[in-house]
C-alpha cells in the first residue's frame, strides 16, 4: 500500500543558500566623461561640426542629460582604488603593548634666564663715575646684575588702591514693590504733588505787587461794548394771541427771564430766522 504523502511542504526544500555578491556587484561602476563613443542622436550633448573628446571634458560646454545626474568630466581610478589615507600603524597591537611596555623619559625642564637688571647697572655706572656709552657698556660687562625670580615687582602691575570691603559685579534691581501698586500708592503721591504744586502757584500770585489801577482805554470799551438789538414784536394769529401757553419748561418765571435776557444778548451773533443757530464767528 503506498504511503500517503504529507501536503507540508519541505522547509529545507525552500531553503536557498545566501548569495556572495562582490563589491563590484554591488556598488555601480565609477562614472567616466563622455566620448564621442557615447553620443547618440538626440542626446543634449549632440553636437555639428568638428567634435572632439575635450569638448566633453568642459563643464561649462556638457549639458546634463534628461533623468541623468550632471557629469563632471572626471576620470575616476579603478574599482582597486582605496580612497582616503592610509595609516600605518607603529604599534603592534595589544600583545606588543602588554610585553614591550614604552615608557617616557622626562625632558629636562629648561630654567628660564633671569633677565639683567639694566637700571641697577646703569645707577651703578653713574655712581661710579662712568658716564659715556662704552663706559657703561664696559661696565655691564664686568657687573652683570640679574633680576631674581623673587625680586619680579617692576614687571608686574602694582595693586591697586581698591578698599578691601568692596563688593565687585553690577548691584541687583530692587524688586517691585507690588504692595504700593496694588493700593495705588504713586497714584496718591502724584496728587500730593499736583496739590502742593497748585498751592505754591496760588501763594506766588497773592504774593506779587500790584502795578496799580488799569484804567480802560476807548479800544477795551469799544471792545466790550455790545451794540442794543431792537426785538420785532412776534406775529401771531389773531384767534391764537389771548391763548395762554400750554407747556412751561422753566421752573420759575426768574428763569424764563433770564434766558429770553441771554438770548436778546446773542441774537446779533447767531444765524437762522429765530436766530437760534450757530454762533457767526468761533
Known amino acids: 500500500m503506498p504511503e500517503a504523502k504529507s501536503s507540508r511542504p519541505d522547509p529545507l526544500r525552500w531553503t536557498k543558500e545566501p548569495v556572495r555578491r562582490s563589491v563590484s556587484q554591488i556598488c555601480p561602476p565609477p562614472r567616466r566623461p563622455l566620448t564621442i563613443a557615447d553620443i547618440r542622436p538626440g542626446m543634449e550633448n549632440e553636437r555639428l561640426g568638428v567634435v572632439r573628446d575635450s569638448m566633453f571634458q568642459n563643464p561649462l560646454i556638457v549639458k546634463a542629460e534628461l533623468g541623468k545626474p550632471r557629469e563632471r568630466n572626471v576620470t575616476l581610478p579603478g574599482l582597486d582604488f582605496n580612497y582616503g589615507l592610509y595609516v600605518r600603524g607603529l604599534d603592534g597591537g595589544v600583545p606588543e603593548a602588554i610585553g614591550h611596555w614604552s615608557v617616557y623619559k622626562p625632558q629636562p625642564t629648561c630654567h628660564e634666564e633671569l633677565r639683567r637688571d639694566y637700571i641697577a647697572m646703569n645707577r651703578g655706572a653713574v655712581k661710579a663715575g662712568l658716564v659715556t656709552a662704552r663706559e657703561t657698556m664696559l661696565y655691564q660687562q664686568v657687573n652683570d646684575l640679574r633680576i631674581t625670580s623673587e625680586d619680579q615687582r617692576r614687571f608686574k602691575r602694582e595693586p591697586s588702591s581698591i578698599p578691601a570691603n568692596m563688593t565687585f559685579g553690577i548691584p541687583s534691581r530692587p524688586s517691585t514693590p507690588l504692595f504700593d501698586l496694588l493700593r495705588h500708592r504713586y497714584q496718591q503721591l502724584w496728587v500730593q504733588e499736583q496739590k502742593a504744586a497748585q498751592k505754591a502757584i496760588k501763594l506766588e500770585k497773592k ?15 469799544l471792545r466790550k461794548y455790545k451794540p442794543p438789538v431792537k426785538l420785532d414784536a412776534l406775529w401771531h394769529m389773531p384767534h391764537f394771541q389771548k391763548v395762554g401757553r400750554h407747556l412751561d419748561t422753566f421752573p420759575t418765571e426768574a428763569d424764563r427771564q433770564r434766558a429770553l435776557k441771554a438770548h436778546r444778548e446773542e441774537v446779533a451773533v447767531r444765524r437762522g430766522t429765530l436766530r437760534l443757530g450757530n454762533y457767526t464767528h468761533p
Open 207 to 221: 504774593q506779587k505787587v500790584s502795578l496799580g489801577e488799569l484804567y480802560e482805554t476807548r479800544s477795551s470799551q
